[in-house]
Each structure stands twice: as structure tokens, then as C-alpha cells.
């Protein structure tokens, strides 16, 4: 079983419960209403009807009691006969604001049930919690699972861990007053007056990575810099670009040496500054590692 680590938060306490409870996945909805018509609500869950696209389906957790060390799975089953990869992100809100999250993957047989997408770790109190996922043709959400030991103590919990990046790749479409339109339905405000082509330009279009870094910040990444954009409309669709995690730094005389996940090892003279294991890069448009976890760039 994969299994994710989200916010790790140990508590111990001998007057500890736990409390087990189960959401149907027809509790899910489409993100957009216009997906909504590819989705179908059924007694087992909500599944997607396509033959071949996915779809961003949301769904709630049940979140309890003011300090918890928490479990949290989503089920999925496969009716299709290919093999599929399920892409989701947890995410925790206060306050208006995205305090924490992590990325989860699981890939799934055809006509296959699969229980393997988990969290653990802790929250914050008083925040609200849900899980995107990206839901492949013919995947139904089964079911998602919550389990909760609690402390009779009642005693809050840190933020400390990891936190997921949302990266999209797509250009530029058209301008939208008062910014700029995306292929994914993103729109930003153009505040510094930058250029964006779009599809009938001679040039070609604007092609940017959008992503929302550990800050909770959106940033955009073009032609190999990265700048904060004010975010007006978020995508309503993802096409994620190449994402890898740095697993391993190690020194090589004047040279850094990152290890990342799937990909043949970074080399940098001097290192990357800021740069730690855990870090999320893409190589897009860059031809080189950009960090999407702390909004960097490496000269």
C-alpha cells in the first residue's frame, strides 16, 4: 500500500478514542458544472461516463474534535479495461486560507477496486479538509474513509509537513478585462502589463506553467522565469507538466548533486540555493529544473 504522509503529527495521550466514519462517494461533485455532464451520482458512488477524458471531481472528509492524528483513504474502482493512473490532492482551509496539503497517486488494474490512495497526519482546529482528484474515463469514486483518534486534551496541532503544488500546463487563449484568459480556464490580472500571445498569433501562444506554490502563492513559470500573478478565475482543468520530487543532495566537489524522482540526477555548480529534499520541480519550458515548491529558479 502507498502510503502518503500528510502534515505527520504524533500525539500520545492514554485517554485517546477513535471514531471511523465513511462519506459514499456520490458526496463528490464536478468542479465545473459543464464536467457535471460527464459525471454520473449513482447509489455506489459518483463515476465518470467519458470514453476517454478526466475529469476533476471534489470530495468532502469528515473532520472532527480539536487534535487528531487522522487517516483518510479514498476507494476507487476500475471499470474500464485499461490501466489507469489516479492523480488527487488533499488540501486543508481556514480562514479562507490553504494551510496545508499533499499530492497522492495510485494506479489501478482494469475492472479493478482499489483502497490504496492514504493520508495520515494531523489538523488544524477549526479548518475544513477535501480531496481533488483528477478521475480517469470510466473510474467511479467509491468512497471516502476517515478515522480519527482524538485527544481528551483537546490540544491543537502544528502545520508542520509537507505541502502539495497544483501545477497546470497551458497558454494563453485570449485577454479577459481585466487580465488574461487560459487555454484551462484560468484567467490572471495582468498587472505588470506583460506580453501574452495568443493561438492566432505568428509567433504562437503565451505557453506558461500556472502553479500555487507552498506559500499558498499562484505564480506563473515563462520561458524560465518564475513571477507571482494575481489569480482571478483558478483552471478549470489541469494538464499536469512534467513533476519531479528531489529524494536525495549530495555534494560532488564545487558541484551539488540532486536526485530526482524518475529523472537522471541535477548537477549544479555551487548548488541551488533554498533548495531541500522534498522540493517539487518541473523541467517546462525551462529545459532545466525549476523549484515549483518554494517558486525558485537556479542560475
Partial sequence: MRRLIFAALLISSAAASQQNFSLSGSACHAITPSQADQL???TTGLKNMSLGDSYWVQCPVLKFGNAETFSVRVNFTNLSDLEVDVDCNIREYKNGQKVNGSPGKVTIAPQSFSSEMVWSGGFQTDSHVNVACLLPAQV?????QSLSSSNSGGTSGDTNGSTDVEAC???AK???NPGVRFNNGAVIENVRGDGYYGPDSILGP?????????????Y?????EIKRVSMLTEPQSCFAPNLGTIEAISEDGNYTIYSITGEADFRQYGGCANWEVGDILTDEETYKWANLSKALTCD
Fill in 40 to 42: 454520473e451520482w449513482r
Fill in 206 to 218: 503565451t505557453q506558461v506553467v500556472l502553479f500555487n506554490a507552498a506559500d499558498g502563492q499562484w
Fill in 169 to 171: 500546463l497551458t497558454y
Fill in 220 to 224: 506563473e513559470l515563462r520561458s524560465g
Fill in 140 to 144: 467511479s469514486v467509491e468512497s471516502v
Fill in 174 to 176: 485570449e485577454s479577459a
